[in-house]
């Protein structure tokens, strides 16, 4: 009998064991899934061309207003919802303006932009 309960017992654990160890990994974002797009990134790159960099935002650091949105340093928050976000309803008292859901495609369309700037961010020094 009470062999028959360690067995069960070392049965169960091992259970739970195979179980802890075959859980699925984690979906991607949608940030991730448009990063390893090479066609939604280059989407992300010409709607951020036409939007963003061509009034404000530049492709290479230089002196202005607008951040530099390549260096990995974020003033209105650093994850990709809080970018989301940041674009949909804009920044008060400066000039981004809320771009709402304005964009061809809707709210894809800003995912591609943030992961084109994820995928082309420089690393913080």
Not at 12 to 27: D, F, K, T, V
Not at 47 to 55: D, P, Q, W
Not at 90 to 112: H, N, Q, S, Y
């Amino acid at each position: 009998m009470r062999i028959r309960v360690r067995f069960t017992v070392i049965a169960g654990l091992l259970l739970l064991n195979l179980a802890a160890c075959s859980e699925a990994p984690a979906e991607p974002s949608i940030v991730e899934s448009f990063m390893a797009d090479p066609a939604a990134v280059a989407r992300g790159k010409a709607l951020f061309t036409g939007s963003c960099s061509g009034y404000c935002h530049k492709l290479t650091p230089e002196p202005g207003d607008a951040l530099f949105l390549f260096d990995a340093q974020w003033k209105h928050g650093d994850s990709d919802q809080e970018i989301f976000d940041t674009v949909t309803n804009g920044v008060p008292d400066t000039r981004m303006i809320g771009f709402g859901t304005a964009f061809p495609e809707g709210d894809d369309d800003l995912w591609k932009i943030i992961a084109y700037l994820r995928v082309n961010q420089q690393t913080a020094n």
